[in-house]
Antibody, heavy 122, light 108 residues
Framework: EVQLLESGGGLVQPGGSLSLSCAASGFAFSSYAMSWVRQAPGKGLEWVSSIRGGGGSTYYADSVKGRFTISRDNSGNTLFLHMNSLRAEDTALYYC???????????????WGQGSLVTVSS | EIVLTQSPATLSLSPGERATLSCRASQSVRTYLAWYQQKPGQAPRLLIYDASNRATGIPARFSGSGSGTDFTLTISSLEPEDFAVYYCQQRSIWPPLTFGGGTKVEIK
């Protein structure tokens, strides 16, 4: 059974930093691209960042480029999102999501975690 | 950036009725479009990928159609558990991957 479990969310002041983790199980983690998608309270879905299975290629939304870093540890089956210079508009539930296609690049998502809430406020 | 516009924003229907949801892209995404369902307090669930392919375990009452810039998600006969928010997402031209603003299907 595929499971994705996010952790690391919390309350942080504007300008601060936070790191999210997503522990994956039930599939060959290194064979799949992974992504972060966020959802502000009461709003729709917004893609944040993606990383290929080998970790060699990463992609970011313009809204987070230069502030967020996606990475992965394939030996530990874990996805990360390191967030710096956080702003009020980064407040959201952050989901990690698994790519649909193995050893390929579907860039749509067949499994999602339950999300980790990040609140940026003074 | 490809903008996806979903309509209507809210669809009020009764169980057993047919639901037709629209997603329009600002430029062609070929058939690289997915649909997701999200219920309150839950993560999104993949329903349809590549415009018309049902994801694993998705009931046959859900169907997708379209190509280019105009897409439709149809729920042939609404079940009580189908009342939710639905999002479309394109993967044709990116970054960024983009989602539509969502259509809420509510009980009339």
């Amino acid at each position: 059974e595929v499971q994705l479990l996010e952790s690391g969310g919390g309350l942080v002041q504007p300008g601060g930093s936070l790191s999210l983790s997503c522990a994956a199980s039930g599939f060959a983690f290194s064979s799949y691209a992974m992504s972060w998608v966020r959802q502000a309270p009461g709003k729709g879905l917004e893609w944040v960042s993606s990383i290929r299975g080998g970790g060699g290629s990463t992609y970011y939304a313009d809204s987070v480029k230069g502030r967020f870093t996606i990475s992965r540890d394939n030996s530990g089956n874990t996805l990360f999102l390191h967030m710096n210079s956080l702003r009020a508009e980064d407040t959201a539930l952050y989901y990690c999501a698994k790519d649909r296609i193995r050893l390929g690049y579907g860039w749509d998502f067949d499994y999602w975690g339950q999300g980790s809430l990040v609140t940026v406020s003074s | 950036e490809i903008v996806l516009t979903q309509s209507p924003a809210t669809l009020s229907l009764s169980p057993g009725e047919r639901a037709t949801l629209s997603c329009r892209a600002s430029q062609s995404v070929r058939t690289y479009l997915a649909w997701y369902q999200q219920k309150p307090g839950q993560a999104p669930r993949l329903l349809i990928y590549d415009a018309s392919n049902r994801a694993t375990g998705i009931p046959a009452r859900f169907s997708g159609s379209g190509s280019g810039t105009d897409f439709t998600l149809t729920i042939s006969s609404l079940e009580p558990e189908d009342f939710a928010v639905y999002y479309c997402q394109q993967r044709s031209i990116w970054p960024p991957l983009t989602f539509g603003g969502g259509t809420k299907v509510e009980i009339k």
